[in-house]
């Protein structure tokens, strides 16, 4: 009687939880997941500025000499793999944003489907418990054989055992719901999520495998640059107190340009003249270079098929989610059907539970038989949570392959 009582204060109204707190759970992984976002975002927005300050002072036999200036480098496959970085931030963030509701909602159906399976074990107990004292008496009176009072005997350590497992499923339940914050009993109600129309392009499977296939053709093109001259062009300028140095470049990676300032150095004295060598003087370059390695033509040829296989794989993965997706809309649709039919077998179990108790009050049926109309009760409302279970784990998988949200409806 004890454990049906504490079983019955985790059922009560005012200690129970439901869908809208699980609803509103949020893990620490979402932090974690937002500043990974964060530094990604930062990371791209410096990253595409592609500049390089610097800064250098230095003493050299007794003289002082300084220099500042930057470089800037703009790299085609770096600037998209930055991209791709947040876009993938991006889908890690709203996947920990789902998982914290999934779990908590998973452990609420959890702990209302073991509360129903531990309360309608123990109404199994109760009426094994009398059908022995039953045959007991019978027995006295040689109605029946030991052997029959043997086999209601093992019944009840049946009901037992499974009054202990029960419990066992329902601690272990309640652990899992306190994981989210979610104190006492399960509430006993479900909701209904809204499932919007996704195009199999959002999924984050096919997002992967497009980033994939990105990053696969930018690096298919800068071997293909690779192949070409490498071009830089420079200017620089030797004054009495200063030096200016710049220049412009193109290479496999992309263009690029730098420019500094900095000390003169010492130049060699003109004996005619008195003054420096070189000094307040222009000088112009230009340069082309192809470096052709022995691997060059059979590597670009490696990283082409590499890239096919990246767009194979990307037209596989929109295949495949379009598929899935019909499958999982379609598994939410069957589950949100089989919760409403498993409610109204309920609404029958309790009516039947109803009618055996008016019987008891006329003596036309037994207390076994109300005990195991109430089991019978409970063990319809595991099921409907059992269902509740089903349903979430279906609208949960469209969600992650629709890269969508939970929205009650």
């Keep these: 009687m004890k454990r049906l009582w504490t079983i019955l204060l985790l059922l009560s109204p005012g200690l129970a939880f439901g869908p809208g707190e699980a609803l509103r759970y949020q893990g620490p992984e979402v932090e974690t997941a937002r500043a990974a976002l964060e530094a990604a975002r930062a990371r791209a927005g410096l990253g595409s500025l592609g500049l390089t300050p610097n800064l250098e002072a230095a003493r050299n036999d007794g003289t002082n000499s300084w220099s500042a200036g930057a470089s800037w480098q703009y790299s085609f496959t770096a600037q998209s793999d930055l991209r791709l970085a947040v876009g993938r931030a991006e889908r890690q963030f709203r996947q920990a944003q789902r998982d914290g509701p999934k779990n908590a909602l998973q452990a609420h159906a959890g702990l209302w489907l073991a509360q129903g399976r531990a309360a309608g074990a123990q109404k199994r107990l109760e009426a094994a418990r009398a059908r022995l004292q039953a045959a007991d008496q019978r027995l006295g009176l040689g109605a029946i054989t030991p052997s ?43 909701v209904r999520f809204r499932l919007l129309e996704a195009a199999p392009e959002r999924s984050p499977a096919v997002q992967e495998a497009q980033a994939a296939l990105v990053q696969a053709q930018a690096r298919l093109d800068e071997a293909g640059r690779a192949l070409i001259p490498q071009l830089n062009a420079g200017a620089s300028y030797v004054g009495r107190d200063l030096q200016l140095q710049s220049g412009l470049s193109w290479n496999a990676q992309g263009p690029g340009a730098n420019v500094s300032v900095g000390s003169a150095p010492s130049l060699p004295t003109s004996p005619v003249t008195g003054q420096a060598i070189g000094q307040d003087q222009w000088k112009l370059s230009f340069g082309a270079r192809l470096t052709l390695p022995l691997e060059a033509i059979p590597g670009l040829s490696q990283v082409q098929a590499e890239r096919d296989a990246a767009g194979l794989r990307a037209q596989r993965a929109l295949e495949d989610a379009r598929l899935r997706l019909t499958q999982t809309r379609n598994d939410a649709a069957l589950g949100l059907e ?72």
């Design 148 to 190: 029959q009072r043997e086999e209601v005997g093992l019944a009840l350590r049946q009901a037992e055992l499974g009054v202990r497992q029960a419990e066992n499923g329902l601690r272990a339940a309640q652990a899992e719901a306190a994981r989210y914050g979610l104190q006492g009993g399960a509430e006993a109600r479900t």
């Design 338 to 409: 089989s919760l409403d039919l498993n409610r109204q077998r309920l609404e029958l179990a309790r009516r039947q539970q109803t009618l055996v108790e008016a019987r008891v009050q006329t003596g036309a049926a037994s207390a076994v038989e109300l005990l195991e109309a109430q089991a019978g009760a409970l063990e319809a409302e595991a099921t409907v949570a059992q269902a509740w279970q089903t349903y979430l784990t279906a609208v949960s998988a469209y969600l992650d392959l629709s890269d969508g949200e939970w929205s009650v409806e």
